[in-house]
C-alpha cells in the first residue's frame, strides 16, 4: 500500500476501493495534510520571511538592535514600526505582521509535512533525507536558541576585574534601571549600583571565574572622532584552568586562543572569546574624567549553540551524499 497516497489523498489513491479522499469524512483533514505540505505555502511563509527581516532592518534605524531583534524574530506576531513615537508614523498606521517564532513553526511543519508527501524512501534519496533532516535541526535550533538563550552585561575598568554579570531583564526595566543609578558620580560607581540593585531583585549571575582587564584599545580614523576598532585585552583568572578554542574553553571564535590563566586574549568586534560556556562579545565603551577606560562586554549563554553547527553538516553532507550518488548512477549507464 502506498501509505503518503492514502494519507494525503485517500484510500483510492493508494489502490483501494471508495471514493477519493475529498468526498470522505476525513476529506477536510487531507485537505489540510495537502495545504500544509504544499509548495505554494512554502513560497509564502519565505516571502514573509523576506518582509519580516526587511521591515525589522529598517525599524533598527530608530531603535536598539537587541530590542528590535526581541520584537520582531523572538515574537509570535509583532507590530511595525515598534515605537510610532520614534519613527514618526502614526499609531493607527502600524502594520500587523507574523513572528519570527510563528514563521519559524510554520516553515518546520511545512518541510515535515513536503517531506512526508512527497519523499520516497531510497537509498539514491539518502542525501535528500539528510539535506531535510539539517534544515529541521537548523530551523530547531533558532526556537531553541530563542526559548534558552541568555544575554547578560559585564563592564570592567583598566585594570580591574569582573566576575559577576547583570541580566538583561534588568536592563529591559528602564524605570529600575535608572533608579539604580541615582547619586552615582561615575561610570564605575553607576554600573556597581546597578549590579547592586540587580543582585537585590535575583538578576546577577556569577561566573565561577573572572576577567581582568590589561588594556582597552580603542582607535580613530584618521583626523577624526570617529572609531575605527575598539577591543578588550583581557586575562581569564580560572584556577581550574582550561584548552583553547570551541564553546567551553578561552578561545577565539575560530578556535585559536589562550591558555586560561595567563596569556591576554583581546576580543574585538569580530572576535569574541569563548569561555566556561559564555560567549563575551566586545559591545561598547565609556571613558571616565580621569581618562580611564571601561569596557562593557556582551556575555551570552545558549544552550542550543551547537544546532547550527550539526545543521550545516548535514546539509552539507546531504548535498555531498547525493552528488556523490549520482555520480556513480551516471557512471554505471556508461
Not at 80 to 102: K, T, Y
Not at 160 to 165: C, F, P
Request: net charge positive.
Amino acid at each position: 500500500m502506498n501509505w503518503q497516497g492514502w494519507i494525503f489523498n485517500g484510500p483510492a489513491s493508494s489502490g483501494g476501493t471508495g471514493t477519493t479522499g475529498g468526498t470522505t469524512g476525513g476529506g477536510v483533514f487531507r485537505r489540510a495534510l495537502r495545504a500544509l505540505a504544499s509548495l505554494r505555502l512554502t513560497v509564502a511563509l519565505l516571502a514573509l520571511s523576506c518582509v519580516l527581516v526587511t521591515l525589522a532592518t529598517l525599524d533598527m534605524h530608530w531603535n536598539e538592535i537587541h530590542r528590535a531583534q526581541r520584537h520582531y524574530f523572538e515574537a509570535w506576531g509583532a507590530l511595525f514600526p515598534m515605537s510610532p513615537e520614534a519613527s514618526g508614523a502614526p499609531a493607527w498606521a502600524r502594520l500587523p505582521l507574523p513572528g519570527g517564532l510563528l514563521l519559524g513553526v510554520a516553515l518546520l511543519a511545512n518541510l515535515v509535512f513536503a517531506f512526508g508527501r512527497y519523499f520516497r524512501a531510497r537509498w539514491r534519496n539518502a542525501g535528500v533525507a539528510l539535506v531535510h533532516l539539517g534544515v529541521v535541526v537548523l530551523l530547531a535550533g533558532g526556537f531553541v536558541t530563542s526559548k534558552t538563550r541568555e544575554e547578560f552585561t559585564l563592564s570592567i575598568a583598566e585594570g580591574g576585574t569582573g566576575g559577576e554579570l547583570v541580566s538583561d531583564a534588568f536592563e529591559r526595566d528602564k524605570d529600575a534601571y535608572i533608579a539604580a543609578q541615582q547619586g552615582a558620580q561615575s561610570y564605575a560607581e553607576a554600573f556597581a549600583k546597578v549590579t547592586a540593585a540587580a543582585r537585590a531583585r535575583g538578576l546577577t549571575r556569577k561566573l565561577g571565574f573572572e576577567l581582568r582587564l590589561e588594556k582597552f584599545i580603542h582607535e580613530r580614523h584618521p583626523g577624526t572622532d570617529i572609531p575605527s576598532r575598539f577591543a578588550s585585552r583581557v586575562v581569564v583568572l580560572d584556577n581550574a584552568g582550561g584548552g583553547a578554542g570551541g564553546d567551553g574553553a578561552t578561545g577565539s571564535g575560530t578556535g585559536s586562543g589562550v591558555t586560561a590563566g595567563g596569556v591576554p586574549f583581546e576580543i574585538s568586534m569580530n572576535r569574541p572569546l569563548y569561555h566556561g560556556g559564555y560567549t563575551f562579545y566586545q559591545s561598547s565603551w565609556r571613558t571616565e574624567a580621569d581618562g580611564r577606560q571601561i569596557t562593557i562586554l556582551q556575555v551570552v549563554r545558549n544552550a542550543g549553540w551547537w544546532l547550527p553547527y550539526a545543521a550545516m553538516w548535514l546539509i552539507g553532507g546531504g548535498m555531498l551524499l547525493q552528488f556523490l550518488l549520482s555520480l556513480l548512477r551516471f557512471l554505471r549507464r556508461r
